[in-house]
């Protein structure tokens, strides 16, 4: 049973335009949204993150939206830059600690 | 500050050997966590220490795999016998008690 899906495998975008990815869940326990970023050969690093009373968090070009009863977040990146081509993970969990679950990542490819 | 470390970074081995993989956390944090991750999917919780307590391993196969935390720090993962499904890279991960995860750089398994 997938709780958190991804299902976008990959996106691609051109420099300095908007990148969005999106990912739904399907339980509504969750209560911690993070995004975290994956280089090749490399582990997952921490992003951003939301908890459910908010419904945007914002960190420079990257800002975090949630639709709580779409059960949907997305990941904005603007402007995207060449360097922010990796594997993107949304990842959910409970009390901000904790068992996190993962979608299946998609994978950004920003183009010069 | 001292990110997560993980050794060994690759390993190679024959079905039905056995493998140990080892992690030393953030200073300070109490929490630590293995995820193994198979090619095209995301980390999957295999378990989870709170100090030196067992708090989630629930989705560890627990004929072959076992996991320890000394002292509260370093830990070991485990796997005896492999099997070729096993194949995966393996993530060691440390948190404070609330807040983010902290990811190593991995361990990438291959069984033959």
């Known amino acids: 049973d997938q709780q958190v899906k991804q299902n976008s495998p990959s996106l691609s975008v051109q420099e300095g335009r908007i990148s969005i990815l999106n990912c739904d869940y399907t339980n509504s326990m969750f209560d911690y949204f993070l995004w975290y970023k994956k280089y090749p050969a490399e582990g997952p690093t921490f992003l951003i993150s939301?908890?459910?009373?908010?419904d945007k968090n914002e960190d420079g070009r990257f800002t975090v939206f949630l639709n709580k009863s779409a059960k949907h977040l997305s990941l904005h990146i603007v402007p995207s830059q060449p360097g922010d081509s990796a594997v993107y993970f949304c990842a959910a969990g409970y009390n901000q600690g904790g068992k996190l679950i993962f979608g299946q990542g998609t994978e950004l490819s920003v183009k010069p | 500050e001292a990110g997560v470390a993980q050794s060994p970074r690759y390993k190679i081995i024959e079905k039905r050997q056995s493998v140990a993989f080892w992690c030393n956390p953030i200073?300070?944090?109490?929490?630590l966590y293995w995820y193994q991750q198979i090619l095209g999917q995301g980390p999957k919780l295999l378990i989870q220490f709170q100090n030196n307590g067992v708090v989630d391993d629930s989705q560890l196969p627990k004929d072959r795999f076992s996991a320890e935390r000394l002292k509260g720090v370093d830990s070991t993962l485990k796997i005896q016998p492999a099997k070729l499904e096993d194949s995966a890279v393996y993530l060691c991960?440390?948190?404070?008690?609330?807040?983010?995860?902290?990811f190593g750089p991995g361990t990438r398994l291959t069984v033959l």
């Open positions: 939301i908890s459910s009373i908010k």
């Open positions: 991960a440390s948190s404070p008690l609330v807040g983010e995860q902290f």
């Open positions: 200073s300070g944090h109490a929490t």
